[in-house]
Structures are given as C-alpha cells and as structure tokens.
C-alpha cells in the first residue's frame, strides 16, 4: 500500500510536469506573436516619402499623407511612387528623387490628365483592379470643353483632380467623395459659382443658385433621391459640354423620354430649332426647371405659350388645352373634396376614390400629351377622365342622399320603437292596477 | 272544444306545453334595490340573438377568402339593400354584447349570486364570456381590413408568447406561421360553426340552470321578506322595453356612427402606426406595454400573458374559492379585490384610447 507522502510526491511531479508544459506552451505562442509582428508586412514596407512628408512643417508638403490614408488607390495596394515614380525605399532624399529612378514628382495641369491615363486608360491594367470601370475617361475628356480648352494652353480649367480630389481620392459612390450624386453640383460650383474665376469665359456663374431652386434639386436634397439629375447627368462627367440647342430634347428625354417624343413629333420641334430656343428649357428652362404648372399650358397668367402665340390658332389651341386640364383638375378636386366628406361622415366610399384614381392618371396622361401641343390630342385624354371624376362626384352626392335617407329612417323608427316600448309599458301598468297580478 | 284549444291540447300531448307554460307561470323575480342588475342576463341573450340574425344575413353574401372577403363587406356595405344596417347593426352589437355580458358578470360577483347552489351556472357564465371574446377576436378578422389584419398579428403574437403551448396555439390560431388567407378561413370556420355550436350547447346549460335553481338573492335579503314579481308576463314584459330600447339605440349607432370598413388588409405593408385591438382587450394590451423588459429574471411581456391567464381560470373558481360569500371577512376580501379589478380595467383601457 503506498503512504500518503509518496502519493502526494507523485501527486506533486505531475502537477510540476504540467505547469512546465503550460509555461512551454504560452511562451512559444508569445514569442510567435512577437516573431509575426516584427516581419514587416508589405504594407508596412519602409516608405520614405510619408517618413518624411508626414514630418515636414508646410501643410502643402504633409498634408497628402494624411489623405493618402483614405485613398482608394492606397486601398488597392498602390502607393506614393506608382503615381509620381522614384524610390521610397531609398532613405536617402536625392536617390530617392533620382531621375534615373523615374521620378516625375508633381505633374502640372496640362499633364493631370495624360497623368491618370497612364493607368485609367489601360484596359489591361484597369481589369486588375476593377473590371468594370471605363477606361475612355481620358478621351472623353478630351472632348470636354475642359478638355479642348487645357489643350489651347488655358490651365485654369477642371482636370481630374479638379473634382476628384489629390490624395484623398474616394470611389465615387462614396458619401465624401466630389463627384457623389449628393456632392457633383458643389463641387462644379466651386468654379462655375465663382465670378472671379469664371470671368473671361463669357458664360453665366448663378447656374447653382438657379439649380437649387430646381425641382430637382428638391428631388436629389429634400427627398435623398439620388437618380435626380444634377450637373453631370445632363452636361455628362468627363465629357463635359452644354448640349446643343437642337438636342435639349434628347439630353431631357433620357428621364423624361415620352414628353421628348412627342415634341420631336410635334409642330414645335421645326421653329424652336430654327429659332434656336432650345427645345425644352424654352419653356422649363434649363437649370432653374420648376415643377409644371397646368397654367404654363393655358393662355392666362403662368402662361408659356402667349411668349409666341398671341392671336392665332396656337394660342386657341393653348386657351383649349389650358381649359381643359383646369376643368378635369377642378373636378378631381371636387370630386374628392366630396367623398373625403362622406367618408368622414361614415359612409363607404373608398370604391369611387379608389376609382377617382383613374382621372388623376388620365391628368398625368394629358399633362404629357401637352408636349404634342394639339389640343385634339389632350382633349381625348382628358374626356374619359373627365368622365370618371363626374362620375365619383355623383358617387358622394348620392353617399350624401343615403345618409340623409338614413337620418330620416333613423327618425321614423326610433319614433315606432319608442311608441312600442309605451304601449308595452302601459300593459304592464294595465296588469299591475289589477289586483292580486302586480306581486305574488 | 274550440279550435285554438285543440291546437293547444295536441301540442301538449307531444311537447308538454301546459308544463312549460306552468312553470313559466310559476317563476318569480325577487323584487328590491339591487334588482336592475337582474336585466342584463336578458339583455345580453337578446343581444345574442341578435348577432345570430344579423350573422346569418352578413352569410349571404360574405365569402371568406382573403380575395374575396374585404370586397364581399364592401359590397354588403354599398350595394345590398339595407346592408349598411345589418353589418353595422352585426358590430355595433357585438361590442354591446360584450359590454352587457360584462356588467352581467359583476353584478352576479358582487351581489354573490354564485354562491351554492348555483357555482355551475356562474361557470358556464364565465365560459360564455370567454366564447363571446372567441367571437369577437375571430369575427374582427372576417372583413380583412389593414387593421385588423394587424390586430390579429399581434393578437396571435401575444398567444405565441406562452409557455410551451405557445407555438402550437400560435400555428393552430393562424393556421401557418402567419396570418394569410389560411387564418381568415380558420377564423370564419371558429365564428361560423365551432363557437355558435360551442355556446348554443353553453348557453342552453346556462338557461336550464338559471331556471332549476331560480333567480338569487342577495345575501344581504336573505334573512327578510322580499315582494316577488311575476316572470311572465310582468318582468318578461319589462324585458321587453329594454330590447325594443336596445333596437332603437343600435339603429341610432348604425345610422349615426356606421362601423367603419378601412383599407383592405395588405400582408407587404408596414403596420400602421397606433394599432389596438378592441376595448375589451384594451386593458390586457395596455398592461403589456407598460411590463418592463424583465421582472426578476422572468420575461415581462410573458409574465403578463401568466397573470391574466390564472386570471382567467381564477374567475372559474370565485364560487369555490369564496364558499361563504355572504359573511365576514372573506367577503370584505372579494369585494374589495373586485372594485380594484373593475377600477383596474376601466381605468386601463381609458389610458389606452388616449395613448
């Protein structure tokens, strides 16, 4: 039988054995940790462009390298030398802005865009980074009145980073990026809002006062819609250009394509070219569009169409189309005014407002077929609208007539069932005057 | 003999009408201050009645589908003849259904009516309350409107929550994991034929019992002489009044007040802001909002559903929990606690129509 001591010796041993392979095994995992993070990664490789930007006393020089780190190309894995060259391996200042090492440091304005095509215009390249993006940017920019005017020589212009920023470049459907749908008009406002800047270009500077007035930029700010146009959806990004007067048309009806081919067919297509009134901002106008009134149809006041037409058959024409799109308006309006009472007053009615749905489509409807300007056109629309409005208006009207067919009912009986209740309350007096009925 | 007396005489010979009408004549009402309370019985069963007529009519034309259902009271509504009436007649006495069968209830609790012999007429009371709550959740349903789409959602949700029975009464309630048309045709089925046979079989208990054993006392009469009045035709006759007064005020409710239709029930949009169900819930639903998260280490919500489930069954045993209910301090007990649940659930549905 062993005793106790050898027992707890041998207790002791083990428990000696243990705690040395747990000592063993938590240093091993420490030094490890320690081993993975001495091995710089390739991230972490010496760069001796932020070592030594990021120390440097003018904002102008320290700056970048704090943007750099919200960079998508830093995010990608590029860095400082895959734009401007050198070698950021080089401690050394001179060697590591050695020509010979392909050095190009800060390119001016005339070179940004040949700059960023370097990579931006190689489709080989483009596909290891994002498959998807376009690689024309640089010919499209070069299309752009930016684009021809940095060529004449004039550096003022917008280039790449004009929008897209230096080092801080963020994808663009990036919240703090310039050219995020909520951000493009800012950010073309930083010059076309500037009167010094835009002075000797002989062109407006008010266009984003004007735009933020417009009922798409009520769309894009006040309802978050971020497919409302704004500058680049009409002008175009990289390609930037006002469109020609004559093709108004085709830049609107990109959103707008159905009111577009009906002016492309309409009488007014031929004279507005001639004219050179600019199709559709001659009467929307083009960076302050307000929302369409029915009154901008007609010839009274708010009326567009008495700008040209004054005693011809356009302006009969307008004067009918205008009338009618009032009349159907006031009758909808009419028409729901009525049932919203009945509805409060209890009754049913949510059949005819469902179906006085249909007139408000049949408005929208000849509100677009005002684009043909033909009041023959717009009349057919509005007719069978016309129709369902009367039609919901008697629905209330009648909704009225059973409530006060009701009330009167309600009248009637309450006067029976009150003479009923006497005359059973009068028999049971008649029983309980007769003796020995009224207890038991 | 003379015809009317031969017609009288050959019924009796095969449904002993002389005995019934004996002792219909026979059957006395105690007459003293308390005795109002004894028309509410009547008036909820005329109000029954009631719903039995006006259901059968809404059948007619109600087809139960979620397809179908909304448009079907639609077009009760709009275009039968007198549809309005009858379907707002239906809710409009549905709600004072429940309101009678309530007042009923507690003037038997506090007159102690329950007390020995008549403990089974008070239980098969209390189960014709719960049926007509089962009538008035499952029929809520039936016009398959936005809200009550989503009262049933949450009705059914809070069924969910109890313990270990909770998921299968849910699925059994919805027939699904959800409310879709699968709930609304098992809702018509409970409303249309298992609650109407359910209560007809109750109620006929109910009736047989309160006619074997007679109508109460209150304890404190009990020791005094109390006038009586005949059932038939004196207090029947005062039945009467009540019912003709009830018609008139729910054709005053229908006309004044048609019960309201909605918006079709759409399963894809969000519930609408300020969802309750009806008031005779109200009181459970408003408790449950004001539970905290966790009491101790229960779930709040769920030991809400707990209380007013022994609730519930509690209410079944008043008559053997309180066997001497006209005396002492057993009875001081049961009245106080009663005005505290009354208070209790006036004052929580009044807080949940204002919230």
Known sequence: ?440 | MIKGDAVREWLDQRLGLNMAIAIAEHKEVPRHKHSVWYYFGGMTLFLFMVQVVTGILLLLYYRPNAENAFESVQFIVTEVEFGWLIRSVHSWSANLLILALFIHMFSVYFMSAYRAPREMTWVTGVLLLFLSIGFGFSGYLLPWNELAFFATKVGTDIAGDLPVIGHFTLRFLRGGDDVTGATLTRFFGFHVAVLPALTTAVLGMHLYLVQLHGMSVPPSFENVEVKKMKFLPNFLLRDVIGWILAIGVLAALAAIFPWELGQKADPFAPAPAGIKPEWYFLFMFQTLKYLPAKVLFIDGELLGILVFTIGGLLLFLVPFLNKTPGHGRRKTVFQVFGVVVVVFMVVMTIVGYLT
């Open chain 1, 1 to 440: 039988m062993k005793s106790v001591a050898s027992i707890w010796s041998m207790g002791s041993r083990r428990r000696l054995l243990h705690l040395a392979i747990a000592v063993m095994f938590i240093a091993m995992v420490t030094s490890s940790a320690l081993f993975f993070r001495s091995t710089p990664s390739a991230a972490q490789a010496p760069n001796s462009c932020i070592e030594c930007h990021s120390g440097l006393p003018e904002e102008r020089l320290s700056k970048p390298t704090q943007l750099f780190d919200h960079d998508i190309h830093k995010v990608r894995g590029l860095s400082c030398v895959d734009c401007h060259g050198g070698d950021a391996t080089q401690a050394d200042k001179l060697a590591a802005k050695a020509a010979s090492r392909g050095y190009i440091g800060k390119p001016s304005p005339m070179q940004i865009p040949a700059f960023c095509g370097k990579c931006h215009s190689d489709a080989a390249l483009m596909k290891k980074f994002n498959p998807s993006l376009r690689v024309d940017q640089v010919q499209e920019y070069d299309t752009s009145v930016h684009g021809r005017r940095l060529k004449e020589g004039d550096k003022n212009v917008a280039t790449c980073v004009s929008c897209h920023g230096i080092h801080g470049i963020r994808e663009p459907d990036d919240p703090q990026s310039g050219v995020f749908a909520l951000n493009v008009a800012e950010t073309c406002a930083q010059c076309h809002a500037n009167p010094e800047h835009m002075q000797g270009y002989q062109i407006p500077h008010d266009q984003f006062e004007k735009y933020k007035m417009s009922v798409h930029a009520k769309a894009l700010y006040e309802k978050r819609d971020l497919s409302a146009p704004t500058c680049n959806d009409c002008h175009g990004n990289h390609g930037a250009v006002p469109p020609g007067l004559a093709s108004v048309a085709n830049v609107c009806g990109q959103c707008h394509g159905r009111q577009a081919e009906l002016f492309q067919k309409s009488p007014h297509k031929e004279p507005f070219d001639r004219m050179q009134s600019g199709e559709c901002i001659r009467c929307h106008n083009n960076h302050d569009i307000l929302p369409p009134t029915d009154q901008m149809a007609g010839v009274g006041e708010g009326s567009v169409c008495t700008s040209c037409h004054t005693n011809d058959a356009g302006f009969a024409s307008a004067q009918r189309i205008g009338q009618g799109l009032a009349n159907l308006q006031s009758n909808i309006h009419r028409a729901e005014e009525i049932l919203d009472r009945a509805e409060r007053a209890g009754m049913e009615v949510s059949r005819p407002k469902f179906e006085l749905r249909d007139a408000a489509d049949g408005l929208t409807q000849a509100r677009v077929l005002v684009h043909t300007v033909s009041a023959e056109e717009v009349e057919g629309a509005l007719a069978p609208a016309l129709d369902v409005a009367t039609k919901s208006y008697s629905a209330g009207e009648a909704a009225f007539a059973e409530l006060s067919y009701r009330r009167k009912g309600l009248v009637v009986s309450l006067v029976f069932i009150l003479f009923l209740a006497l005359l059973v309350y009068l028999k049971i007096r008649q029983i309980e005057s007769e003796p020995d009925e009224a207890e038991a």
